[in-house]
């Protein structure tokens, strides 16, 4: 069966597929709640499992209304995903640690024009906790479920609907507000701009998936560095090491992905 709606969703839609998205995982916790269920488990930990299970109540819908299955979602062209992931896997490894110096100085920045409340450093230090449900969530749950629906839902109508350049921007600025706040926001919009361009080259969400949760994976060891081992870094020529490493890697990923993108019915041109 082929895939039905195509365009959907648009700007519009995709908006408020989100705010569907918070609605859902609001009225699972209110059951989960009621129910008692999970109640020995830390607060945190309840709210990632109620994170997952409001997006599956969410894609039962949409791949039904959609009438695509999952292997049409994550990697519709020809070429085995895992020979894909063979060729990509190194230069999309090599550009991570610059990203996270990126959105490292993208945090100073936002941070210094609006200082965080004692509460949301507090949000924050629990959300980037060791535990293993939060650690399991963060770096590998969360790229999936987000790169399923910014990038293999949201992205995939958007190239149909406009130039690849408009597509990725309105896709990354969906994602970035996605996160409602904006000390996520701008690492959010940085990230969905990679994670689009490498969607639009290859058309397979596992790329996207790989550098998701690579960049989650090393921002979550780096948080939770002991204080000594942390200023055992040497931080210029760490910084210095990355950007050389995420050049090299990014002009590696251009060269293998410069030649045209998989197509897809109705896409517009550039």
Request: charged share 10%.
């Amino acid at each position: 069966m082929s895939e039905r709606h195509e365009t959907f969703p648009n700007i519009f839609e995709a908006l408020v597929l989100v705010v569907a998205l918070i609605l859902i995982e609001v009225l699972v916790a209110a059951v989960l709640g009621s129910a008692h269920l999970f109640a020995d488990l830390d607060p945190q930990d309840v709210s990632l499992i109620v994170t997952v299970a409001g997006n599956g109540v969410l894609f039962i819908g949409l791949m039904a209304y959609k009438a695509i299955g999952y292997g049409a979602l994550f990697h519709p062209t020809r070429t085995s995903a895992l020979t894909m992931l063979s060729v990509l896997a190194l230069p999309i490894a090599l550009i991570v640690p610059g990203l996270v110096v990126m959105a490292g100085a993208l945090n100073s920045i936002v941070i210094w024009l609006v200082p965080m409340s004692a509460r949301e450093i507090e949000f924050l230090q629990t959300m980037m906790s060791a535990s293993v449900v939060s650690t399991l969530f963060g770096c590998v749950a969360a790229p999936v479920l987000e790169e399923m629906l910014f990038r293999g839902v949201i992205l995939r109508s958007f190239l149909r609907q406009h130039s690849r350049t408009a597509a990725i921007l309105w896709s990354s600025a969906i994602f970035a507000i996605a996160h409602l706040n904006v000390y996520q926001a701008a690492t959010a919009l940085a990230i969905g701009i990679v994670c689009g361009w490498l969607y639009e080259r290859c058309r397979s969400l596992w790329p996207c998936i790989l550098l998701h949760a690579l960049y989650n994976s090393l921002v979550t060891v780096l948080f939770n560095l002991d204080s000594s081992d942390a200023a055992s870094i040497d931080t210029a020529g760490y910084t210095a090491i990355a950007f050389g490493a995420a050049i090299a890697g990014g002009l590696w990923l251009v060269r293998l992905l410069s030649g045209p993108a998989v197509a897809t019915s109705r896409q517009k041109a550039p």
